[in-house]
């Protein structure tokens, strides 16, 4: 082994060993700063996320207590985000469950949505609607709103989409 | 059921009065925060567990620590579950049989 290695391994070493003593000693002041927004994510109660900040603060050590905190947040981010699609999918399972079925046909509903200013047109087999100038999820929510249960229905709303494929919902 | 559950249970019936505070609870069981404050969130949710800080004096610094108890209610529960799923460790704390006498008794 040359000199030059074993310089620059010490070298590396030393800088190695500052920068853990530099995350060692900040790692805490991180901490106290992820785990009130960690707690937030955790629970909607605001008084828990009270008592959890304050106590998961109390985790022993630096780097064990900034692994703490991460861990937390991670769960709590996952938690949130779970929380939010539950949300949204009982939401249109309440939005649904009010429908009335109308039992329209397809001629019936390209019409409605002609009504509402739509430029609509048959698909070649007849079976579907393509809406040209709104998005499907527009249309969708439009026919929900019109307590119609959406049939089989393509969209385009540009002429890259159109090229690509039509959507289907 | 699941096993952190049944690991949560297990050091609180081994506890000192049945109670431990949330490291020492992750401590004993080896599972990760997440994991056993989510238990524990859901036993005190159902009411097999107290929750209470602890007792600082004016000279103790930094942040207090939460000690988690089980209740009369949470005891039966946990023995029960521990003596059924957990047979070697019942027996090795002497759950098993206090829990065939009451069972007797009953």
């Known amino acids: 082994m040359s000199t030059s290695w074993w310089v620059a391994s010490a070298v590396g070493a030393f800088v190695l060993s500052l920068i853990a003593a530099e995350v060692s000693d900040i790692a805490p002041w991180v901490a106290d700063r992820i785990l009130p927004l960690a707690a937030r994510l955790w629970t909607r109660d605001p008084e828990m996320r009270k008592v959890y900040a304050e106590e998961w603060r109390s985790a022993p050590g630096k780097l064990f207590k900034l692994s703490v905190a991460l861990s937390f947040l991670s769960v709590g981010i996952v938690r949130e985000i779970a929380r939010h699609v539950g949300t949204a999918r009982a939401k249109r399972t309440a939005r649904r469950s009010e429908i009335n079925y109308a039992e329209l046909t397809v001629d019936q509903i390209a019409r409605l949505l002609e009504e509402r200013q739509l430029n609509v047109r048959r698909t070649d087999d007849g079976k579907g609607i393509v809406v040209t100038n709104e998005s499907p999820t527009a249309v969708h929510d439009l026919l929900i709103d019109m307590k119609v249960e959406p049939p089989v229905i393509y969209s385009s709303t540009s002429r890259r989409a159109r090229r690509r494929r039509w959507h289907l919902f | ?106």
């Open chain 2, 1 to 106: 059921m699941t096993q952190p559950t049944l690991d949560v249970l297990e050091a609180l019936l081994d506890a000192k009065d049945f109670e431990l505070h949330g490291w020492a609870i992750i401590k004993t069981t080896g599972k990760s925060g997440p994991t056993v404050y989510k238990i524990l969130e859901r036993l005190l949710g159902q009411g097999h567990l107290t929750a209470r800080w602890e007792e600082q004096g004016p000279d103790d610094a930094g942040p207090r620590k939460r000690f988690y108890k089980l209740t009369p209610d949470g005891k039966v529960y946990a023995r029960t579950l521990v003596a059924e799923r957990r047979p070697a460790a019942a027996r090795r704390l002497g759950w098993a049989l206090s829990l065939l006498t009451f069972g007797r008794l009953a």
